[in-house]
């Protein structure tokens, strides 16, 4: 968008003999090509570091948390960095994998300030309809990013689209292989 302005005010403005075309398209190819592996390189230089990435709040219980927080450590490049835990099965002050676990779901809001935190997950596997129904209400009032993970492991995640029907949530899987016409 940046060099299409560009473009369109040196013609807009006919300075067209002050700036060079060739000069022009050559900076956009860089540009093209020089963003994405900046990008890449700096996230591959800091995603070790403990200040990188968007605090996480990880709703749920057992062992659905524990592979959660080891998976999100083995890919530190996903940007998202575990700091609180909710889950009543454990006493205030218990660390899980490292990291605090905050005993129930009203006291969230406070662990969020105190961590920063704009980003949720729920491991639904032990979670009550009550539970689920309230952490969910959290994305109205003080969590904007809430994922859900819905503990079908084993699923293949290939092809699948969240969609709604009658205010239910879904999971379609589709085998593109198997549909007539353009796929």
């Not at 999100?72 to 609180?84: D, K, S, W, Y």
């Not at 905050?102 to 009550?128: K, L, Q």
Request: proline share 6%; glycine share 8%; net charge positive.
């Amino acid at each position: 968008a940046v060099f299409l302005a560009l473009a369109a005010l040196i013609l807009l403005f006919r300075v067209v003999d002050v700036y060079s075309r060739l000069v022009f398209l050559m900076a956009w190819l860089l540009a093209l090509v020089g963003v994405p592996i900046a990008r890449a390189a700096v996230r591959s230089l800091f995603a070790h570091k403990s200040w990188w990435g968007y605090p996480l709040m990880i709703f749920g219980a057992g062992s659905m948390v524990r592979d959660l927080i080891r998976s999100l450590r083995e890919q530190p490049r996903l940007g998202l960095r575990t700091v609180a835990i909710v889950d009543r099965g454990y006493p205030p002050g218990t660390m899980i994998e490292g990291v605090p676990v905050v005993r129930r779901v009203e006291d969230a809001p406070m662990a969020r300030r105190g961590f920063a935190i704009s980003r949720g997950v729920v491991a639904t596997r032990g979670i009550s309809r009550e539970d689920l129904s309230e952490i969910l209400n959290l994305r109205d009032t003080c969590l904007p990013h809430l994922l859900i993970a819905p503990g079908l492991e084993g699923v293949s995640s290939l092809d699948t689209e969240a969609t709604d029907i009658g205010r239910l949530l879904m999971l379609e899987t589709r085998n593109r292989l198997l549909m007539p016409g353009p796929r």
